[in-house]
């Protein structure tokens, strides 16, 4: 019994050895490191401090500014004033274009991109179009589909229909919206005819009707199914 006792109490005393000489162990690798620990520590200090100042110096004004230079902008849009809108009306507003150059990196800026888009393409230029909408990075549902879709709209009228099938089909995938995905399978459809690719006409044209059957495009849809399959049997 007494051996037994003996080697319990030593078995009791490991955990404590163990303990000490991981602290002992971590007292000197601190004692050795101590300089580059203490660096490590200011540095993370300094770029905490640094991004901080970038947010609150800088970052949060600009993007307040971009968003009062914006409301003129967008009251011009609604107006369909899209030259104004656009380039600015001399005055006290410079239009998206240069806002988006000048806080593209700001949310609004951002949002400036698209608007700025959208104007060139309504005054006939679907080129600078493309550039600015390609150019915006966002997730809103509303907005990032319409986007997409007018990227679409650019390649058709550029003479590229192929390339804007692709686009319209994400503008519809994305949306899968009753009123926005059914104008763009539309889109994609007729594009598809354009092409002389009748059966993917048909096959658009088709989720139109089954999975939109109640849109605008939907209750007419069943007309252009039929054209597009009489022209496939050509």
């Known amino acids: 019994m007494a051996k037994k006792s003996i080697v319990n109490k030593k078995k009791k005393k490991e955990p404590e050895i163990e303990v000490d000489e991981f602290l002992s162990r971590s007292e000197q690798f601190i004692e050795k490191n101590k300089k580059s620990l203490i660096y490590g520590i200011v540095g993370v200090a300094v770029l905490v401090s640094i991004v901080l100042g970038y947010i609150y110096a800088y970052a949060q004004p600009l993007s307040e500014r971009a968003e009062k230079t914006i409301f003129k902008g967008q009251h011009y849009f ?3 004033s899209f030259f104004l809108a656009l380039y600015g009306n001399g005055l006290d507003y410079e239009g998206f274009e240069a806002i988006a150059k000048q806080y593209g990196r700001t949310k609004t ?8 888009g959208i104007c060139h393409y309504k005054l006939g230029d679907p080129q600078s179009a493309m550039r600015l909408l390609k150019s915006y990075k966002g997730n809103d549902i509303h907005l990032t589909p319409r986007v997409t879709g007018l990227i679409g709209d650019c390649y058709v009228s550029l003479g590229n229909a192929g390339e804007g099938i692709k686009y319209f089909e994400k503008a519809a995938s994305k949306a899968d919206d009753q009123n926005i995905s059914p104008i763009y399978l539309k889109k994609a459809g007729i594009a598809y005819e354009s092409l ?14 089954e999975k939109y059957g109640q849109s605008m495009e939907g209750v007419e849809i069943e007309k252009y199914i039929i054209r597009a399959g009489h022209l496939a049997e050509k």
Do not use: F, M, P, S
């Open 78 to 80: 609604e107006r369909d």
């Open 109 to 116: 800026g951002n949002l400036a991109k698209a608007y700025a």
């Open 196 to 209: 002389q690719q009748y059966r993917d006409a048909i096959r658009v044209y088709t989720l139109i009707k």
